[in-house]
């Protein structure tokens, strides 16, 4: 009889024990793999289609592993067979993966079949990984420290401010010690000299003929100087920056990011006028970029661009939320910058693609610029001084070839400008 429950007992001691082992492998299965590969794999394959902790042409990635296993009763299998060939799990009548096909539009995940189990198990490690808490807090704390620190100190203000006050007491300490003076003078029957009386200086520089020529010359010369300057400003809107209804900066995007110019003023190569790029344009990237996450400023905090991208999908009538277009879209009335007269032509794609000129030449340094600006004054002498500076490429340019040779005959030169080959002329810009 005892031999029996010995046996019972051992017999229940080995399967809570193996339930125990089973639980505990499956823990260290869930947790296997590198998070730091993982999150490069991730970069490269999914990050183009999801977000760990938000939706988009994907379901958010954040735990799947686990949520998976918990609320479908799904197995790592499943995971592996869906990155590999979605198409065939959804073809084979697989309830669950027909179910995600049919939620997110019919979209089509592509398949990775050359991402082996231990690139999978990174990936998972890396989903797996807890939220971490959000940099404003630890940003407040410096700049609480560093506040707490100015006012630990003396300020500026305060002596500047002190020692205003001793220069205001020195004086009237200097006003009182001569009344005083004046006064014991008087009584103690002392003279003060008196003050010789003289012709005034202004008299004698208006009795003056000789000098007041020399002024009314000279205040003629500066007036027509002030005069001149004056009227040839007008129509001159060098270093205009209007504010635009969505904040858009150029320092992030042809700057930070390294955006090609012509990506989004793509016109400029092929026509005349370099195009206000469509929020199509800004979308191509934005539908996957929904926050910003660089550097800022007290002036342009997160918040702000963030709250600038919530402006451009409410333009472009794109539905965050569901990743999907409401069909209710809203022009962005852009207020322009540079705008030539009408009398004056100009070409984007002749200076661009046939002669090279980079877009800083005439539009400044504008992969550092916040707020985009006129740079240049975009006046007839500036293009003039452009054309007269600024040689021509003709190499593997069969086209100026001919014309290249009999001018550098005519001029004796090896390089020609764009002055040489007719860039002064009238009809150029004006016709």
């Known amino acids: 009889m005892r031999q029996v429950i010995h046996r019972i007992l051992s017999k229940n001691t080995l399967s809570f024990c193996l339930i125990i082992l089973l639980a505990f492998t499956s823990v260290l299965s869930a947790q296997e793999g590198d998070?730091?590969?993982?999150?490069?794999?991730?970069?490269?394959?999914?990050?183009?289609?999801?977000?760990?902790?938000?939706?988009?042409?994907?379901?958010?990635?954040?735990?799947?592993?686990?949520?998976?296993?918990?609320?479908?009763?799904?197995?790592?299998?499943?995971?592996?067979?869906?990155?590999?060939?979605?198409?065939?799990?959804?073809?084979?009548?697989?309830?669950?993966?027909?179910?995600?096909?049919?939620?997110?539009?019919?979209?089509?995940?592509?398949?990775?079949?050359?991402?082996?189990?231990?690139?999978?198990s990174n990936i998972l490690a890396y989903t797996a990984e807890e939220k971490k808490a959000p940099a404003a807090a630890a940003t407040g704390g410096a700049a609480a420290t560093q506040a707490s620190a100015t006012t630990g100190g003396i300020s500026n203000e305060i002596v500047l401010g002190a020692l205003a006050i001793l220069f205001i007491l020195l004086a009237a300490g200097l006003y009182l010690v001569n009344k005083t003076l004046r006064?014991?003078?008087?009584?103690?029957?002392?003279?003060?000299?008196?003050?010789?009386?003289?012709?005034?200086?202004?008299?004698?520089?208006?009795?003056?003929?000789?000098?007041?020529?020399?002024?009314?010359?000279?205040?003629?010369?500066?007036?027509?100087?002030?005069?001149?300057?004056?009227?040839?400003?007008?129509?001159?809107?060098?270093?205009?920056?209007?504010?635009?209804?969505?904040?858009?900066?150029?320092?992030?995007?042809?700057?930070?990011?390294?955006?090609?110019?012509?990506?989004?003023?793509?016109?400029?190569?092929?026509?005349?006028?370099?195009?206000?790029?469509?929020?199509?344009?800004c979308m191509n990237c934005h539908k996957s970029i929904y926050e910003y996450n660089g550097e800022t400023s007290p002036e342009y905090s997160k918040e702000?661009?963030?709250?600038?991208?919530?402006?451009?999908?409410?333009?472009?009538?794109?539905?965050?939320?569901?990743?999907?277009?409401?069909?209710?879209?809203?022009p962005v009335k852009w207020v322009r910058i540079?705008?030539?007269?009408?009398?004056?032509?100009?070409?984007?794609?002749?200076?661009?693609?046939?002669?090279?000129?980079?877009?800083?030449?005439c539009h400044g340094p504008v992969e550092e610029m916040e707020v985009a600006y006129q740079y240049a004054p975009l006046t007839m002498g500036w293009c003039i001084n452009c054309h007269r500076e600024t040689d021509v490429s003709v190499k593997d340019n069969a086209y100026y070839t001919k014309i290249h040779d009999e001018l550098s005959k005519k001029y004796g030169v090896d390089k020609l400008t764009a002055a040489q080959f007719g860039g002064l002329e009238c009809g150029k810009c004006h016709y």
């Not at 984007?348 to 090279?356: D, E, F, I, K, R």
């Open 35 to 120: 998070s730091a590969k993982g999150k490069s794999l991730f970069n490269a394959n999914c990050a183009a289609c999801h977000q760990l902790d938000k939706k988009m042409t994907g379901p958010a990635l954040r735990n799947v592993e686990a949520r998976l296993s918990d609320e479908q009763g799904l197995d790592r299998d499943w995971i592996h067979s869906w990155i590999r060939n979605s198409s065939g799990l959804i073809k084979s009548g697989d309830s669950y993966a027909n179910k995600v096909y049919n939620e997110f539009g019919g979209a089509a995940m592509t398949a990775f079949p050359q991402l082996s189990d231990d690139d999978i």
């Open 183 to 281: 006064r014991y003078a008087i009584a103690s029957n002392i003279e003060l000299p008196e003050d010789s009386k003289r012709r005034p200086l202004w008299k004698a520089f208006l009795q003056n003929q000789f000098l007041m020529m020399v002024v009314t010359i000279f205040f003629l010369l500066s007036s027509a100087y002030f005069v001149y300057g004056y009227l040839s400003q007008i129509g001159v809107d060098q270093g205009y920056q209007p504010v635009q209804p969505i904040h858009f900066s150029h320092k992030i995007h042809a700057g930070d990011n390294g955006i090609d110019c012509k990506y989004c003023h793509s016109s400029a190569r092929v026509s005349k006028t370099s195009g206000v790029p469509s929020l199509n344009v």
């Open 304 to 330: 702000f661009y963030d709250g600038e991208i919530k402006k451009l999908y409410a333009a472009a009538g794109w539905d965050d939320a569901e990743q999907k277009y409401t069909g209710e879209s809203s």
């Open 338 to 361: 540079h705008n030539l007269p009408d009398f004056a032509y100009f070409n984007h794609s002749q200076h661009v693609t046939v002669a090279g000129v980079e877009c800083q030449t």
